[in-house]
């Protein structure tokens, strides 16, 4: 038989760390040496990550690009799948396979002042962006995070944005709609931060997060004069074979596990913010 | 390619011998056969098998057969599956896991077992609509699905031109029939006496040439001509071939609230549709509790599952599920392949229990009067 794409490989769990209560990051590596060598991916592509007997989930890559034989997957479980991965420990083997989409305009970012916006509980994909930066931090000009929460409970990484706040040319904004004694930051909606933030012509946009909040971003920079085209977002859809083919993700005319996850403002206009789409 | 033999004759009892070839090459040979009042594709050993004298009468939610008393074996349209289901199954395994004492975990590719199938009976309609599906399945931007290429590749296709229309055919309107024109090994045009028979490939020539035919003469290709432009006739039609604009313009047209009130959301369509090609995976463990298998099944966009993501359905009701089947056959499908993913076949018409009519449906679509364009 010929290539079989939909046939996952076999990882060893190296270890688990609990980001949180729900969230955790499973540190990954081919068995397969042949494969552990030769496997690169991009920040915001995504692995499919199979759990014996039970299925298969779409996870994003958080580790950086430039050590691919240790890959970070930052999970968190919600559903059947997730649940079950959330059981295993070290040593531990599961199915993998990837990457697969197109990941952040890393490239195009180079010299340029980078925002990145993130709301609820779907950060993972964004701190691939900012620990990407923050690597090769000379590369880029101003650094802005945006963060919104529900609760102030919600922020992972806590001890993570800390440090990024006093990292130089960085700026980090932080919004929880409702605050609590441990919240020193903006209580209310992250949209409400966009006026304490200075935005340069020449700011690349990427966010990702639940797409009411992205359309009222998306909405403040356009009013911002930020181009369409500087303005990045990451798409989540029903994924199951990564290799558009099954129809799940479908988004108009684009297949979300090849022509996205992440795509410009421009390329999903049309139909961004379309109910039922 | 190849070029076609000058068109031959094939008498009636003659067809058995083809049959006959195709057999002794090794070809599962699949053709059309009386099951439970429906003629479906299934193997076939003689021309015995074939529905003599059978015609299919179709309209919006009706199929029904009626004899009328010739000797023809190819008086029916359109059968409610396509190649499809050939090519593209129901449900297969697309790999296996096992778990050995250690515990360690191993994946597997199913066992290989490709077979030699041929199909006699094919439709110009079917074939467009393999078009598609090699197009989606086999594209050069992804890597082609190794189940898929290898079926295509032992696959055998006698086509057979349309000599009457169901009155949900619309192929012409969307030019993709009544005439097969290219994607077959073989094609044939059924007259009184025989049939006038074509190859498409150098394949196609193999089987014909030891039958030794003798070239059809122009009496024989004056009533193929005339059976075949019966089938032109066709009672429905798409109102453009490319509705992509129309279509997207009409996202809030009443018109799907008023289709929403009579789908079933049953995806009888998309199951008999030759171009969907929507499927969902599944893990199938197994009792012995060492081993599972990833299964894939045929999907549909009008379940709930399909648009299902940690906790939110996006197409949460029927209007937006039918507005998503729609969009994507006359208008993304652009985007994609360049083309509508309707070939006019008509299933979607006949099998849909509610009766629904997409050519009634989309000409309603396409009058904006009194809409808002909000796009």
Avoid at chain 1, 161 to 189: C, M, S, Y
Avoid at chain 2, 53 to 82: I, M
Avoid at chain 2, 199 to 208: D, P, T, V
Wanted: with cysteine.
């Amino acid at each position: 038989m010929m290539h079989n794409p939909h046939r996952p490989h076999r990882a060893r769990i190296v270890e688990r760390i609990q980001e949180s209560s729900t969230v955790f990051t499973l540190r990954l590596e081919f068995i397969d040496p042949e494969l552990r060598n030769s496997y690169h991916f991009a920040p915001g592509q995504f692995n499919m990550v199979y759990l014996y007997g039970v299925g298969e989930v779409a996870i994003s890559i958080v580790s950086d690009p430039k050590s691919p034989r240790l890959l970070d997957h930052a999970i968190r479980t919600v559903g059947r799948v997730t649940h079950g991965i959330s059981q295993l420990k070290a040593n531990d083997i599961i199915g993998l396979r990837g990457p697969y989409g197109r990941g952040w305009p890393m490239v195009e970012a180079e010299g340029r002042d980078v925002l990145v916006i993130t709301g609820g509980l779907g950060c993972a994909p964004v701190v691939s962006v900012i620990n990407y930066i923050n690597q090769r931090r000379e590369q880029f000009g101003k650094l802005t995070i945006l963060q919104g929460v529900k609760l102030p409970k919600d922020l992972i990484w806590r001890d993570r944005f800390e440090q990024w706040i006093k990292t130089p040319n960085t700026e980090v904004f932080l919004a929880a709609d409702k605050g609590d004694p441990t919240w020193p930051w903006h209580v209310g909606r992250v949209v409400e931060l966009f006026d304490q933030m200075q935005l340069s012509d020449n700011t690349i946009v990427m966010m990702c997060g639940p797409e009411g909040m992205m359309q009222a971003c998306v909405h403040e920079l356009l009013l911002r004069d930020i181009k369409e085209r500087s303005i990045y977002l990451s798409m989540e859809r029903n994924m199951q074979c990564a290799l558009s083919q099954c129809g799940h993700c479908q988004y108009g005319a684009d297949f979300v596990c090849r022509d996205g996850p992440v795509f410009s403002f421009d390329q999903i206009k049309p139909l961004f913010g379309r109910k039922g789409f | 390619m190849t070029q076609p033999l000058s068109p031959q004759f094939l008498p009636r009892d003659q067809l058995q011998r083809l049959l006959d070839g195709l057999h002794q090459a090794g070809h599962k040979t699949y053709g059309p056969q009386l099951c439970d009042g429906a003629i479906v594709y299934a193997p076939l050993n003689t021309v015995e098998e074939l529905p003599q004298g059978v015609e299919d009468h179709h309209a919006p939610g009706s199929y029904r057969l009626k004899e009328n008393g010739s000797q023809r074996w190819f008086d029916w349209v359109s059968t409610p599956q396509g190649i499809k289901p050939l090519l593209f199954k129901p449900r297969e395994i697309l790999w296996r896991a096992t778990r050995d004492a250690t515990g360690a975990i191993h994946f597997k590719n199913p066992e290989n077992s490709t077979e030699k199938v041929a199909i006699i009976g094919a439709r110009a309609c079917d074939l467009a609509a393999l078009a598609l599906q090699d197009r989606h399945f086999l594209s050069i931007e992804q890597t082609p699905d190794p189940f898929y290429a290898e079926r295509r590749r032992h696959l055998f296709i006698i086509a057979i031109n349309c000599t009457r229309a169901a009155d949900t055919c619309f192929c012409v309107s969307c030019g993709d029939g009544p005439k097969c024109e290219h994607g077959f090994d073989i094609a044939m045009t059924e007259i009184e006496h025989g049939f006038i028979i074509v190859s498409g490939s150098l394949q196609g020539k193999q089987f014909i040439k030891p039958l030794a035919l003798n070239s059809a003469d122009p009496a024989q290709l004056d009533e193929a001509a005339q059976r075949e432009a019966n089938a032109t006739q066709q009672q429905r039609a798409v109102p453009s071939q490319n509705m992509r604009e129309t279509l997207f313009n009409a996202l809030d047209h009443p018109q799907w609230d008023d289709i929403a009130s009579r789908c079933l959301s049953c995806g009888n369509c998309t199951a008999v549709c030759p171009s969907c090609f929507c499927y969902s995976e599944q893990a199938a463990p197994q009792l012995d509790g060492n081993s599972t298998e990833q299964l894939r099944e045929w999907d549909s966009c009008f379940t709930q599952g399909h648009s299902y993501m940690h906790g939110i359905t996006l197409r949460n009701d029927t209007r937006l599920r039918y507005r998503q089947w729609l969009t994507h056959k006359f208008a993304s499908w652009h985007d994609q392949q360049g083309r509508s993913g309707c070939t006019g076949c008509g299933r979607c018409i006949s099998w849909c229990p509610a009766g629904i009519d997409i050519i009634e449906e989309l000409t309603i679509l396409s009058d904006n009067r009194g809409v808002a364009d909000d796009a």
